[in-house]
Structure formats: C-alpha cells, structure tokens
C-alpha cells in the first residue's frame, strides 16, 4: 500500500507541466483571437462606415483611442500604414476597401524550451460596395 502513494505523486509530477502548458496555450490562443476578432471588428465597421460616405478622417476619429483588449498586439487608427482606407473595383462596382494590420508587441513564450510564437501581423481587408 505504501507504495501506490508514491506512485501517485510521480504520475502527478508527470502529468502536471502538460496539463499547464496546454492550458497556457489554450489561454494566449484565446487572448490571440480576442484581438482578432477586435481587429476584425473595426475593420468592418470602418468599410461599412466608408461605403455610406464617411469621410476618412471620421472613421479615424471614431477609433482614435481603440486599444486591442490583451496587448499581445498593437494598432492604431493613425497608422497610414496600418490602417488603409480607399478605393478599389470589384466586379465592376465601385467598392470601399479597408486593411487594418496589428503587430505582434512580444515575440512569443517559453514553456519547458519550446519557444511558442503568435502570428505576426495579423492583417484584415474588408470591402463593401459604396451606396449610391
């Protein structure tokens, strides 16, 4: 009997680091596509916004002091290079097209030597046809 307590403990030791990093994974993919979906968000708003006639500098405006909810990105609506508001064809119609790119502020995490690293950068392109 005494020693099925031992064993109990090393299976433990065994399977705890497992446990926590895919735990710790699952949290920064959750954190990841929490900024994601934030992303995604304005970028479809600010095409929709641009569509109805908005002019660019409104829709900057409107998103000036955004932040990505975990800080594992960065973005900002005064980016011209982040945040492109223009005009494009597709399919013969006059479109509203906006691409929004956050950047990666950490280069990864370590869990037990394996280097894990988020995707850099995350780029979204909306396109809404413009209304007339």
């Known amino acids: 009997m005494k020693r099925q307590k031992g064993q109990s403990i090393i299976e433990f030791a065994i399977v ?12 920064y993919m959750g954190m990841f596509f929490a900024d994601y979906l934030t992303l995604s968000y304005i970028t479809r708003d600010s ?3 641009a569509a109805v006639g908005t002019t660019e500098q409104n829709i900057r405006s409107k998103y000036k002091d955004t932040k990505l909810i975990t800080g594992l990105y960065s973005w900002s609506s005064n980016d ?3 945040f492109v508001i223009g005009e494009s ?3 013969g119609d006059d479109c509203m097209t906006v691409t929004s790119a956050a950047s990666c502020t950490t280069s990864g995490f370590r869990i037990f030597d394996t280097n894990i ?4 950068p995350i780029m979204i392109t909306y396109s809404m046809h413009k209304e007339k």
Not at 16 to 27: A, H, K, N, T
């Open 16 to 27: 705890l680091p497992l446990f926590v990093s895919m735990f710790l994974g699952i949290v």
């Open 47 to 49: 095409a929709r916004l």
């Open 80 to 82: 011209t290079n982040a």
């Open 89 to 91: 064809t597709v399919e």
């Open 117 to 120: 690293s988020l995707p850099n």
